[in-house]
């Protein structure tokens, strides 16, 4: 029978010598924050450190962190943080871990390490770090890692195959297997297969789409629609991507270099990423194509393309501010916006949102629903299937992706010849050890959400956040009192303020009597009470009130003064 993660905490045993042993953070069941920890002999190995971007349900939440409380008291014991590829849910939340151990090691490739640099700037963190390539061997302290190479949708993306005492865990980070890449550089199967004939005893593997089936479109499939569209645009053109796809960009910058069209980046992130991936080498752009977004406004609008984020309907993101008009680009009728990206879940209503408003614009609005203009850069169930053929793993534990992903890779894996009770779906904080070829779930720790909230980071709870959504959804009511001490007696008041319940507060003329008689009797009744025993009568009251009379729930907020 399939492993899966154990319901409820369960303390995991110690762990032996020799065993390995490895804990998710985040990444399983979601779609970001990526993060596993690998130990053995009292060291660890951190591979990718990402972010999570908040939903409609999260209200006013930047980021969301793995939960580091696992490793708090063992920061020492890093040997490095491989980091497999650029894009945020990988790289994002590096710079919280810093803070606590500014000299951890950070593995990964040229431009990878670049991306995190930058970033590591503006926290202002000087990190160490590794460049490394693929077929490169390095040792980790008990941790020996090969680097493997592998197509995604950034460049220089790699897979992690690491040795240990206990067993090797091939891990694959996010990857496809396009066969013609912008690059040229493809997903190395032939490693792939040299590490199965080696023996793989654990296979990690990204399962953002192993519920589609076939193999993913090639991302050169891209620019024949660029170029058709960019033709039959009259007006501005406005593309927004994820500031980091190097090779989405690439292919709008052709298709504008061939209709005769300047490019503007806009978006702090994209202006800082492609001018590292321009110096780097993994962006050619032409001579006197890019100009600066300060002087589009000299350029007929048939000659103007902007290069934007946004596409997954960030509220702060460029995109967004031009479609609620808060943006010096001003979207207007005839201009031509293309949504170059796929629907992250949980983005979809934001997304619509944006492409309402930018349809209200007189915009005309391309996206994956109506043009080819994204392919993913996942790998689709027919190529996870061919890996696992390729490695032929003894164990397998999908990664990556919600639990409905998760479950599809893992059937992958029992058809391609994995022993079921060999194919372990975990949780976050699912503890997993390896041992003499077998791995097994061994105990369950706990694992948060850390919310980064303005300069905050881990101070809002999940109450919090609850009491955001019933002052967004219901409003809150307020009620001022002052008492007689010893009779109960209102001296003044109650006071009601109400903000997102009713239209008036007249309406809440009917609940001051019942106000003033509850508070009278609970005096009369206890002459021990507090302030606090007060306020929780008054809170029933106005709340059974509120609920019959106006059918809502609002946060209620009152406040008992004795005199």
């Known amino acids: 029978m399939t492993q899966t993660a154990l319901t409820g905490l369960v303390t995991p045993p110690r762990l032996p010598q020799g065993t390995l042993r490895i804990v998710p953070l985040g990444g399983l069941g979601e779609i970001g924050r990526n993060m596993a920890v690998f130990e053995i002999d009292g060291k660890l190995l951190i591979v990718d450190c990402g972010v999570l971007f908040p939903e409609e349900t999260q209200p006013g939440v930047d980021l ?8 708090e008291d063992r920061l020492d014991d890093i040997v490095a943080v491989v980091l497999t590829h650029g894009h945020e849910d990988h790289i994002g939340a590096v710079p919280y871990l810093l803070r606590r151990r500014n000299d951890i090691p950070l593995v990964g490739s040229q431009l990878t390490l670049a991306l995190i640099e930058a970033k590591l700037q503006e926290h202002r963190i000087r990190p160490y770090t590794l460049t490394v390539e693929e077929g490169q061997v390095e040792k980790f302290g008990p941790f020996e890692c090969e680097f493997v190479a592998v197509n995604h949708s950034i ?3 790699l897979a992690v195959f690491i040795r ?7 891990h694959t980070g996010d990857f496809k297997m396009d066969q013609l890449p912008l690059d040229g550089r493809i997903t190395d199967l032939r490693h792939f297969a040299k590490l ?3 023996g793989v005893d654990l296979f990690m593997s990204d399962s953002t789409n192993a ?3 076939g193999f993913t479109t090639a991302e050169k499939e891209i620019g024949p629609t660029l170029e058709r569209l960019f033709g039959q645009a009259s007006k501005r053109i406005i593309v927004a991507s ?12 052709d298709a504008a270099a061939k209709h005769n069209r300047k490019v503007a980046f806009v978006g702090r992130s994209m202006v800082r990423n492609m001018a590292i991936a321009e110096k780097l080498g993994y962006l050619d752009v032409p001579p006197g194509l890019i100009v600066d977004i300060k002087n589009i406004d000299n350029l007929p609008d048939n000659r103007v393309v902007l290069m934007s984020t946004g596409s997954q309907g960030e509220p702060m993101a460029a995109l967004s501010r031009m479609a609620n008009g808060d943006h010096r680009v001003v979207v207007g009728e005839g201009d031509t916006v293309i949504l170059a990206s796929s629907l992250i879940p949980g983005n979809e209503n934001a997304v619509f949102r944006i492409i309402n408003g930018l349809l209200k614009l007189g915009a005309d609005v391309i996206h994956k629903g109506n043009a080819k203009v994204h392919v993913s850069g996942h790998a689709a169930a027919g190529e996870l299937l061919y890996c696992y053929n390729i490695l032929e793993p003894l164990n397998a534990m999908p990664v990556h992706g919600e639990t409905r992903h998760l479950i599809a890779n893992g059937k992958i894996a029992i058809e391609s010849g994995v022993p079921e009770a060999s194919v372990i779906l975990a ?3 699912t503890v997993i050890d390896l041992k003499d070829h077998r791995a097994d779930v061994v105990g369950q720790v706990e694992v948060g959400f850390i919310y980064v909230d303005g300069s905050s980071v881990g101070e809002i709870t999940d109450a919090d956040l609850k009491d955001r959504r019933i002052l967004g959804d219901e409003g809150f009511i307020s009620i001022i009192t002052v008492i007689h001490r010893a009779t109960g007696k209102v001296v003044s008041g109650p006071e009601i303020h109400a903000r997102g319940v009713a239209e008036d507060d007249s309406v809440f003329d009917d609940i001051i009597p019942k106000i003033n008689a509850a508070l009278e009797e609970a005096v009369l009744n206890h002459a021990d009470h507090t302030s606090h025993q007060l306020q929780q009568v008054v809170r029933r009251v106005v709340g059974t009130w509120v ?16 005199a």
């Open 155 to 157: 460049p220089d993306a």
């Open 242 to 253: 994820f500031s980091s796809h190097v090779h989405r960009v690439q292919q709008v910058l």
């Open 211 to 213: 519920d589609i089936p």
């Open 64 to 71: 969301i962190l793995p939960d580091f409380s696992y490793i």
């Open 547 to 562: 609920n019959r009379k106006l059918r809502r729930k609002p946060m209620i907020i009152p406040v008992v003064l004795e």
């Open 164 to 170: 240990t005492a206990g067993g090797t865990v091939l």
């Open 196 to 198: 199965g004939e080696e």
């Open 427 to 429: 949780d976050n904080g």
